[in-house]
């Protein structure tokens, strides 16, 4: 009897779900906040906000070559192209793990041509990781993109 049992347990077992799903780790305390903000001071183009959320000795890299090795040296390269008249920004979120914030960048530095610009015209993208402790970006990792805007497949937008 025990044997017919533990055959059928095994068989009940066996018709579960066997991926059960493990829930994310928990995000780290102010980490959504400093989503929102991160989005909001980029999209808004705030040079005062956005270093605001960058920690005095964040590292930058671009194609994983070291671009910046403090808050100063980016706010003095990536300051210029946040705060440039006719460049426009927009934010997709990607993923957000404990202490990692990813992005797609979209930027559109087609204004210099005068007037507005086709919502279609000349976007490029970058990939942008956020590592963050302390309530700040102590980390951004960027991989460059393309001048296509994908659409939410993947797939050149139309």
Not at 49 to 57: R, T
Not at 60 to 68: I, N, R
Not at 71 to 99: E, H, I, Q, R, Y
Request: proline fraction near 5%.
């Amino acid at each position: 009897m025990l044997g017919k049992i533990v055959g059928a347990t095994l068989i009940i077992t066996a018709s579960l779900p066997s991926n059960a799903q493990v829930p994310p780790a928990p995000s780290l305390p102010g980490q959504d906040r400093l989503s929102e903000e991160l989005v909001r001071s980029i999209e808004t183009k705030n040079l005062a906000a956005y270093g605001a959320l960058l920690s005095d000795a964040v590292h930058v890299s671009e194609d994983g070559k070291e671009v910046a090795r403090s808050k100063t040296d980016w706010m003095n390269t990536f300051g210029k192209k946040l705060s440039a008249d006719g460049v426009v920004f927009k934010m997709a979120p990607g993923f957000s793990s404990t202490g990692r914030l990813l992005f797609i960048e979209y930027f559109n530095s087609a204004g210099s041509w005068g007037g507005d610009v086709p919502a279609h015209c000349c976007w490029s993208y970058d990939a942008v990781a956020y590592d963050l402790a302390g309530g700040k970006v102590i980390a951004i990792r960027r991989l460059r993109g393309g001048n296509t805007k994908l659409d939410e497949r993947g797939s050149p937008a139309k």
